[in-house]
């Protein structure tokens, strides 16, 4: 943030051009109605903003008007803005780069939620799959299974049928 004394809102977005940058916009200088880089206290100071219309100006001091209060809210963009005759004027240029980095501070990308949720939809259509075959799956385990008893049972008995047979032939 820099003091950019009687400026014209347009010339403090000028200089921000000129940089390859724009004007900040409210929530890139303030945070919890507190300027991010810091208040000048006791006084009446007014830091250009972009919010898509001119001539737009948020408090960073905090006398007489509360810190992060927009110009507007007080019912009109101040004319000193258009004129340059306001002597605390300040301004912030960021750039897009700002903008992604912020974004990574706050959370995830778009792009890696989706991600992420196609990935646990996936593990959960998985599982789902699962549930829907396990009892086939079980079904053809528990036959398989008495098949085996039932042949082994048949062969146990015919076992003992022809040693039977063989010990009342003799």
């Not at 820099?2 to 000028?14: A, I, Q």
């Not at 945070?31 to 250009?48: I, Q």
């Not at 912030?92 to 990935?119: A, F, H, N, P």
């Amino acid at each position: 943030m820099f003091k950019e004394p009687k400026s014209k809102w347009v010339d403090l977005k000028k200089k921000c051009t000129e940089q390859g940058k724009r004007l900040c916009n409210v929530n890139e200088v303030c945070n919890n109605n507190m300027p991010k880089d810091g208040l000048v206290k006791g006084a009446d100071a007014w830091l250009a903003i972009d919010t898509g219309k001119q001539n737009q100006w948020v408090q960073v001091g905090d006398n007489p008007h509360k810190p992060c209060t927009l110009h507007e809210s007080l019912g009109s963009d101040p004319s000193w803005g258009l004129t340059g005759e306001f002597d605390n004027t300040y301004y912030k240029c960021c750039d897009d780069s700002d903008k992604e980095r912020k974004k990574i501070e706050r959370g995830l990308g778009i792009g890696t939620t989706i991600v992420i949720m196609c990935v646990i939809l996936c593990c959960i259509s998985l599982l789902m799959g699962l549930l829907i075959v396990y009892p086939f799956i079980q079904d053809y385990l528990i036959y398989e299974g008495t098949r085996k008893v039932i042949n082994t049972g048949s062969s146990i008995l015919n076992d003992g049928l022809i040693k039977a047979k063989t010990l009342f032939k003799n």
